[in-house]
């Protein structure tokens, strides 16, 4: 059965965690959907793992459409979400709706998914969840505010963990089904998933959440850098590497292919 928006929620009040990778092309997401994932987010982290950028503000939302169709292909289980990329949908509420009506027209993404919980976006998801379309929330670190913030955790002071629980339930009472928390310390993000009604996925912030996720790029070894938060589970880049090399040593002794 397809994984729903309403599902997350029911797993959340059956205490059953919520388990979440990003993906960026079909190969992955097939894995990652075989592998029994619940929620594949076609996160904007991409303009880095797979465009090279240094941050995710470059991408685009016709590069995130072109990621989200080829994910969402490769997928028969999982709820696909994809993210709004920066300025495709801060601007204004058209830009919003005409974002987030294109990821659900041109792939089969099932949901979307925003940064913030300042007035304007809570308008935003209040608006779009109206008009039929899911909404997933992200407070805490959110990337695409990079240059004002750093990569640095959020809500360690008592002002700015009352600013994120606030936006956090702002979000829920706006519509979202579920929402990221990012690098937010352990016991905010308890407090947090303990108020809310819909299910908190947290992302280097504790075990306290309904559902983690990671980026699978970390996951797999493939980064060259990962977040002090995640975990790397292999050494892809060095098994690339050991098979790229075996094959270079195999072409040049003229032992593949075998005539
Ligand atoms: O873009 C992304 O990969 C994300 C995750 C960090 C949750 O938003």
């Known amino acids: 059965m397809p994984v729903t928006p309403q599902q997350l929620i029911k797993w959340k009040q059956q205490e059953r965690s919520i388990i979440g990778l990003t993906a960026w092309d079909y190969s992955i997401a097939r894995v990652l959907d075989e592998a029994g994932v619940d929620i594949i987010l076609v996160g904007d982290s991409l303009a880095m793992v797979a465009l090279g950028h240094s941050t995710t503000l470059p991408v685009t939302i016709d590069q995130m459409i072109h990621h989200a169709d080829a994910v969402s292909r490769g997928v028969n289980r ?6 709004l990329p920066f300025l495709s949908y801060q601007e204004s509420l058209t830009k919003a709706i005409h974002s987030a009506g294109r990821v659900l027209k041109e792939t089969q993404a ?6 913030g919980g300042y007035p304007r976006i809570i308008e935003i998801v209040a608006e779009l969840t109206t008009m039929g379309i899911p909404v997933m929330g992200h407070v805490g670190l959110t990337p695409q505010s990079v240059r004002l913030l750093g990569y640095k955790q ?6 700015e ?10 979000l829920s009472q706006a519509g979202v089904f579920a929402i990221i928390l990012e690098h937010i310390p352990s016991d905010l993000a308890g407090t947090i998933t ?16 309904d ?3 990671l980026v699978t790029a970390d996951l797999l070894g493939l980064s060259e850098k990962i977040p002090p938060f995640a975990k790397s589970y292999v050494n892809m880049r060095q098994i690339v590497k050991d098979a790229v090399e075996e094959f270079a040593n195999e072409v040049l002794n003229y032992q593949f292919p075998k005539d």
């Open 110 to 115: 099932g949901a979307v998914k925003v940064e």
């Open 211 to 213: 559902g983690q996720i």
């Open 161 to 170: 963990a009352d600013r994120i629980l606030d936006e956090a339930i702002a």
């Open 154 to 159: 959020q809500g360690k002071t008592m002002d």
């Open 78 to 83: 999982a709820l696909v979400i994809c993210d």
């Open 194 to 209: 303990a108020r809310l009604p819909i299910p908190t996925i947290g992302i280097g912030a504790g075990a306290k959440c």
